[in-house]
């Protein structure tokens, strides 16, 4: 009888590691960790409780995320992204263990319209799209197996999101300017969750054509679509009812401290050709999330 493995969880109260508790439950026992639990910026910490639980799987959807904030914030933005996903990766080496990490389509540039594929030139714009670059790199460096998952515009019903945001804005005020021209994939956090314990319970399967070409590497995992921040809203508005006006404008019309890509497009077909998974399309995925918090 073979031993259900043991899945070390990060960032459990974030919006994915919330979905991946509750998803990844199936496949063994998950032990998962909050930011009080588990301080991503304190490397030798990191390092200290893997040894302590020795896992056989290291699921790491836990990140700083404050785009704007990591560009006066760069050393701990560095510490969490870049160094930590490190140490992870090199006690997953020492264990054997499998490494699975989220990134983000912020590690490239914006230019163009055409979708980026996974080995595509990175090029961030920002101090959050580089330390999440290191951070895929000091992976990759330390030779453990893994999987990195590139996502976009992540949201549910839960922490800190666009969804959320502009729900609380449609109540409380008559007009919002949104940003136009900046075009990408509005994902759900429940999909990504789901969707990794699907590639999970395929490798764990020995009769599984990924786990016998053991397929690791940098995967693209977005809800099919396209659609700029002002069509989200439009969804959105059309969801929940709400009177309010919603102004197009240009990025260059809403200043932040870090520049984004207007190209946050990813080309998802590498995930479908190795693991025949791909997520439903986002207008489906929004609806979904609306549905089940207004249960």
């Not at 991946?20 to 063994?28: D, P």
């Not at 588990?38 to 836990?62: F, H, K, S, W, Y």
């Not at 799209?129 to 197996?145: N, P, V, Y």
Request: proline content about 5%; hydrophobic content about 40%; glycine content about 8%.
């Amino acid at each position: 009888m073979t031993t259900a493995p043991r899945i070390l969880l990060t960032g459990a109260r974030g919006q994915v590691g919330w979905e991946l508790r509750r998803t990844l439950s199936c496949l063994g026992e998950v032990v998962a960790l909050d930011s009080r639990s588990m301080n991503l910026a304190d490397a030798e910490g990191v390092r200290q409780t893997v040894r302590e639980m020795a896992p056989n799987i290291i699921v790491n959807p836990a990140a700083y995320t404050a785009v704007d904030k990591a560009e006066s914030e760069p050393e701990l933005a560095h510490a969490v992204n870049a160094v930590a996903p490190g140490v992870l990766a090199e006690e997953a080496a020492r264990l054997g263990a499998l490494l699975v990490h989220y990134s983000t389509d912020y590690v490239f540039n914006g230019s163009g319209s055409t979708p980026w594929k996974e080995d595509d030139a990175c090029d961030p714009l920002n101090v959050y799209g580089a330390t999440k670059l290191a951070g895929e790199r000091a992976i990759q460096a330390a030779g453990c197996s893994h999987l990195i998952f590139r996502t976009s515009w992540v949201y549910g019903a839960r922490g800190s999101n666009f969804l959320l945001t502009m729900r609380r804005l449609m109540r409380e005020r008559p007009e919002l300017k949104i940003v136009a021209d900046q075009v990408g994939a509005p994902t759900w956090c429940r999909d990504l969750a789901e969707a990794t314990a699907q590639v999970l319970g395929q490798i764990a399967s020995p009769m599984s054509a990924a786990n016998q070409a053991e397929p690791w590497g940098i995967y693209h995992m977005t809800n099919a679509g396209e659609t700029s921040w002002h069509g989200f809203a439009e969804a959105i508005q059309a969801h929940d009812g709400a009177g309010v006006r919603l102004l197009p404008i240009p990025n260059s019309d809403y200043p932040t401290p870090a520049k984004r890509p207007l190209n946050s497009r990813l080309n998802n077909d590498k995930l479908k050709q190795t693991f025949g998974i791909s997520l439903q399309d986002w207008h489906a995925a929004l609806a979904l999330c609306l549905e089940a918090d207004n249960r």
